[in-house]
């Protein structure tokens, strides 16, 4: 049986209104409860794990009729369904459990009461005796003063007749409280007798009440529910919808991305064969075929390619052994006493940075960047030739490929394009680390051209 409401004398809650489970409990200013109301309309209402509104005691039965419909309202067919006859029940089952919990708390409150009343004689009874005893000890204490003073009888008398009258006293006031306590008692009984009947009264009409808002609102609830699952049936249709063109949008995209990234990939693979095969030709290394073919370099360029590096490395050593200062040119010919000019420029670069650039182009690595040098760059200065280089290698210098960073490129423009310019920073975020710092400012430029701010 579920539990109901506390209806036994509590002093902790006189003159307040506590909620218990679905119940309101008024007490009153002693302690006793007066009344009980229940505060929801809803079947089944939960509070701290318990259910009320089902069986008796206000809870869920184990069995009978308004068991079942509790199981019916909580795990029914649908929403729409009529429980109107559910209701009857339940407040019928309601009424006659919130009777049951007064009759249970009124008879326990008299118990209580009669219990008291049993007590009071017995606790005054203690207290006579108790006067008693202490007066009698007052007079022999007397008694014995008296003798060692050697007062005579008159005085003793006197002292004896003040005694008892105060005795007498005390016991008056003893009976007096005595009469004060069961008068009290007996009051509370009949209190408690009158708040029982009115409690009564007001839950049977209160029943009634209720019961009557809860099939009002139970007429309220089905047609709502029938235009929420009509209004439901209507979202989950048109979200349904939005979800199929989405992933067909999803899968075009996809599809799409992977076309770029097999094309990367490809491209990717012959730019790094390309420049692995330059390097190694400009160190006079002959490339296997394997790595010629993926280069696309036929074996007769690889051939003229490393004759002419080995040719011009020997030039080199034969100059380098005539002098120690790099060759120069006059304005005005030999002799003429103008000052030499040199015949490379290497910028803001370091020798070390200009052979790293005279390998990625296939030109002898010297350190000083001259006409063949920027030739090969496409006659870019030193400077320029280097910002490229960053831009457009990956590898030990770090950063992406140049097809892969332009494949980026093309992936964002088609994100700005649709609007998907959330879908565009998140690929942007993705890729960000993977670029060196030349590519990260130049995308920079690139975004803000289309629009794209980071």
Request: glycine share 8%.
């Amino acid at each position: 049986m579920a539990k109901g409401p506390d209806m036994s004398r509590d002093m902790s809650k006189a003159g307040q209104t506590v909620q218990q489970g679905n119940q309101s409990v008024t007490y009153d200013s002693d302690g006793y409860a007066k009344s009980a109301t229940k505060t929801s309309d809803s079947p089944g209402y939960v509070v701290d794990g318990v259910t009320y509104g089902g069986g008796s005691g206000g809870g869920s039965s184990s069995g009978g009729s308004t068991s079942a419909s509790s199981t019916q309202y909580s795990s029914g067919a649908s929403a729409t369904s009529d429980y109107s006859q559910y209701l009857k029940d339940l407040y019928a089952s309601q009424t006659a459990s919130q009777l049951a919990a007064l009759k249970s708390a009124y008879d326990q409150n008299t118990s209580d009461l009669k219990a008291q009343a049993t007590k009071i004689p017995q606790t005054y009874y203690a207290a006579r005796n108790d006067a008693a005893a202490q007066n009698e000890v007052a007079k022999q204490s007397f008694n014995e003063y008296a003798v060692s003073r050697g007062l005579n009888t008159g005085t003793s008398g006197q002292a004896a007749l003040a005694n008892s009258a105060v005795l007498q006293k005390n016991l008056s006031s003893i009976s007096t409280s005595e009469a004060d306590a069961l008068s009290e008692n007996a009051l509370a009984a009949q209190k408690l007798k009158f708040q029982y009947d009115s409690a009564i009264n007001q839950a049977q009409a209160s029943g009634d009440t209720q019961l009557a808002q809860a099939l009002y609102q139970e007429y309220v609830r089905q047609s709502e529910a029938q235009a929420a699952e009509d209004s439901a049936a209507q979202s989950q249709s048109n979200w349904e919808k939005q979800y199929d063109a989405q992933q067909q949008q999803y899968a075009n995209s996809q599809n799409q991305w992977q076309q770029e990234f097999d094309y990367n990939k490809t491209s990717d693979a012959q730019t790094y064969a390309n420049n692995l095969a330059k390097t190694m030709l400009s160190m006079g290394v002959m490339p296997d075929s394997s790595t010629l073919a993926a280069a696309g370099i036929s074996s007769a360029d690889a051939l003229a390619m490393r004759l002419a590096v080995l040719q011009s490395a020997s030039a080199s050593s034969v100059k380098s052994t005539s002098t120690k200062k790099p060759s120069v040119k006059s304005s005005g010919g030999s002799g003429s006493g103008n000052t030499p000019v040199a015949t490379y420029d290497n910028g803001s670069l370091t020798p070390a940075q200009v052979k790293t650039l005279q390998n990625y182009y296939g030109v002898p690595a010297d350190g000083a960047w001259g006409a063949a040098s920027s030739k090969a760059a496409g006659s870019l200065g030193a400077d320029q030739a280097w910002y490229n280089y960053k831009l457009n290698s990956g590898g030990s210098t770090g950063g992406m490929g140049i097809a892969n960073y332009n494949g980026l490129k093309r992936t964002i423009l088609t994100y700005a394009g649709a609007g998907k310019n959330d879908s565009a920073a998140s690929y942007i975020a993705a890729n960000w680390d993977s670029l060196n710092s030349v590519q990260q400012s130049d995308l920079k430029k690139y975004l803000a051209e289309i629009g794209i701010s980071i």
